[in-house]
């Protein structure tokens, strides 16, 4: 806790070289869920409710739009460029997993899934094979190549689209199984009972919560048959752990034969009896962020936004061991105009952006598979090339360009290899 109370944790780690284990990107994303497994040996509520504080400082000196903190190797700051590496991805995911089944938080739901589908994806191919992993996800990395490149702390070769697995295999598989985490909880929740919680997603999922005496989930099993209907009325509470987060109003409910306006029930604590059906409708409206120097991300729902770009991929290191295929090195660089500034309504981002829903396809994490493209309106801006191999830094504020206005086709930012996410805005 006292880490987290001082101002070392804000402090971007300057160069790769100083390598400290309380700044190491894995062990942050390990310790995440620490404090509030430690609640239930010794039920310290300053210990249950630390998490919150963790990720709090996280977010603000080395957050990602994506629900990541960056860590080349450790906490890096919130440049654009600075990127988060597989294994940290997965520990984080973990972490939330356990986070969700012991406090119930909607909010720790709505971030594991934020990062399942945008920071998880990004950080190997669309195949999820032995050529998969780029190992690190990055907001704005339009090349992925051999060549030592970025700011001090992500000057590294592991940038390549390459057969990471032959370190990081360990941490390939375990990152999906975290999401949707288990339904039940042993909770206290919000009402001091226990209860369950859940994120949505489309799978099928039983829970139960320990009431009573005995075990009882949405359908309620049948009992003695003395019981009346041979069903036994069980009061617990029911936590929505989608709805919450940012794009997504929360969740209502309307019973049988009401009418009127449904009431918001975020967290349903009754009576449960019989079977029960709950329908929840979560739409999703376009929102925007300011990021990294008052560049503009663009959200809908879970997902994050990134330029569509094209590519090219190209074998390297053919002739060094272990590199044979399908466990081969590539470079993939882009083929289209990745330079460009975004032209944005922030208050009214759904006048600007338009999304359109299509088939996913057979590969749902590859710019061919989307399911969703969104359309904005942007130009270029020549000025803003790369530096040491990495799009450089734009100044902060609005930018100046003359060049022609372009449509411009955005993606969910799991569906790139290559991408830019965070967007100068330009001057009106």
Not at 339 to 350: A, F, K, M, Q, S
Not at 371 to 399: D, F, S, T, Y
Request: aromatic share 8%; charged share 25%; hydrophobic share 30%.
């Amino acid at each position: 806790m006292a880490f987290y109370g001082g101002g070392d944790v804000t402090v971007p780690t300057p160069r790769r070289g100083l390598w400290r284990w309380d700044k190491h990107v894995v062990n942050t994303a390990m310790a995440l869920k620490a404090y509030a497994l430690s609640w239930r040996i010794t039920r310290r509520d300053a210990e249950r409710a630390f998490p919150v504080r963790m990720f709090e400082v996280l977010d603000r000196y080395h957050g990602q739009v994506t629900g990541m903190f960056t860590g080349d190797e450790c906490l890096a700051g919130k440049n654009p460029v600075q990127g988060t590496e597989l294994c940290a991805v997965v520990e984080a995911l973990y972490s939330l997993e356990h986070l969700l089944s012991v406090t119930g938080n909607p909010a720790f739901g709505d971030r594991l899934e934020r990062i399942a589908f945008n920071a998880l994806p990004a950080t190997f191919a669309p195949t999820c094979g032995p050529t998969s992993t780029t190992s690190r996800s990055t907001r704005s990395s339009v090349r992925s190549t051999r060549t030592i490149c970025g700011p001090p702390t992500a000057r590294s070769r592991t940038s390549t689209a390459s057969s990471q697995l032959r370190v990081l295999h360990g941490q390939h598989a375990p990152g999906w199984p975290s999401w949707p985490p288990p339904l039940d909880a042993d909770s206290r929740g919000r009402s001091g009972g226990h209860g369950l919680c859940t994120v949505f997603g489309p799978y099928r999922r039983q829970g139960h919560t320990r009431q009573r005496g005995g075990r009882h989930g949405l359908s309620l099993p049948r009992h003695d048959p003395a019981d009346g209907d041979g069903r036994q009325a069980v009061r617990f509470p029911l936590s929505c752990g989608s709805g919450m987060g940012r794009g997504r109003r929360p969740p209502r409910r309307r019973r049988a034969g009401e009418a009127g306006q449904a009431r918001l029930v975020p967290h349903l604590e009754r009576q449960w009896q019989g079977s029960v059906e709950i329908s929840l409708r979560l739409p999703m409206k376009v929102k925007t962020s300011q990021r990294y120097n008052g560049a503009v991300a663009v959200e809908r729902g879970p997902l994050i936004y990134s330029l569509r770009l094209g590519e090219t991929w190209t074998r390297v290191n053919a002739d060094k061991p272990h590199r044979e295929l399908p466990h081969g090195d590539f470079e993939v660089r882009p083929t289209s105009p990745w330079n460009y500034g975004v032209l944005i309504d922030e208050e009214r981002p759904e006048t600007s952006v338009t999304c359109e829903e299509q088939p996913v396809g057979e590969r749902p994490f590859s710019p061919e598979g989307a399911g969703v493209v969104c359309r904005i309106k942007g130009r270029r801006l020549p000025g803003w090339k790369l530096q040491n191999g990495w799009a450089a830094e734009v100044q902060p504020g609005p930018q100046d360009s003359a060049e022609p206005i372009e449509d411009l086709a955005l993606i969910p930012y799991g569906c790139t290899n290559i991408r830019v996410t965070e967007f100068p805005r330009i001057k009106k």
